[in-house]
């Protein structure tokens, strides 16, 4: 059974700092990684999807990184904003297409 | 354009009563799942559907909780008898295809039990 475990479960930094954000997998028979965000009483938003092929995703300040063979995912985050205060999770998606999620890490980034 | 929709976005019933919760996925997608998040549990899968068939049930939390798609698009999750341990987020999302598909999410549907 999948386990997705992120460390730790909050994390204050002060804005403009760079930051990394960690996910760990049991199982590597992934389909791929998706790294989402979720404000406080909101659904999720999906910020980038890396398929098992692939090792790294961009989009504007966010990269993710993924190394199957140790069950690790990284998120990085450039020059971290107020704005970019929320819970973010990763979830990977076996093989029956459910997505298992980690319990989130909630980032605050303060002014 | 439009997202996943979900309705009603909040539900309060009592205990011991049927609620049924409404998902419309984003136009095109085959492929519709349920989840759970709760506050001890965090978020768990449900069920999902390609098309209108469910091929995998056994993430449903017990036999009051059943789900059904019809015209492969709207899907209902129906919970019968409702207990106070059903309070949760109940999040919908859709893709493309299985597996290999981005999966968006709805804004949930906020269940509370008394």
């Known amino acids: 059974k999948q386990e997705v475990t992120q460390i730790p479960a909050a994390l204050s930094v002060p804005e403009g700092e760079n930051l990394v954000l960690n996910c760990s997998f049991t199982?590597?028979?992934?389909?791929?990684l998706q790294w989402f965000r979720q404000d406080p009483g909101k659904g999720l938003t999906s910020l980038l999807l890396?398929?098992?092929?692939?090792r790294e995703q961009t989009s504007g300040r966010l990269n993710a990184s993924l190394d199957k063979s140790s069950g690790r995912s990284t998120l990085y985050i450039a020059a971290s904003q107020p704005g970019d205060s929320a819970t973010y999770l990763c979830?990977?998606?076996?093989?029956?297409?459910?997505?298992?999620f980690g319990k989130g890490i909630t980032l605050s980034v303060r002014p | 354009g439009a997202g996943v929709s979900q309705s009603p976005s909040n539900k309060v019933t009592e205990k011991g009563k049927d609620v049924e919760l409404r998902c419309d996925p984003i136009s095109g997608h085959t492929a519709l799942y349920w989840y759970r998040q709760s506050l001890g549990q965090g978020l768990e899968f449900l069920i999902y559907f390609q098309g209108n068939s469910a091929p995998d049930k056994s993430g449903l939390p017990s036999d009051r909780f059943s789900a059904e798609r019809t015209g492969g698009s709207v899907s209902t999750l129906t919970i019968q008898r409702t207990q106070q341990e059903d309070s949760a987020v109940y999040l919908c999302?859709?893709?493309?295809?299985?597996?290999?598909?981005?999966?968006?999410f709805g804004p949930g549907t906020r269940l509370t039990v008394l």
């Open positions: 999302a859709s893709s493309f295809g299985l597996a290999f598909y981005e999966q968006f």
């Open positions: 199982d590597s028979a992934i389909y791929n």
């Open positions: 890396i398929q098992s092929s692939q």
């Open positions: 979830a990977s998606t076996g093989a029956n297409s459910k997505l298992t």
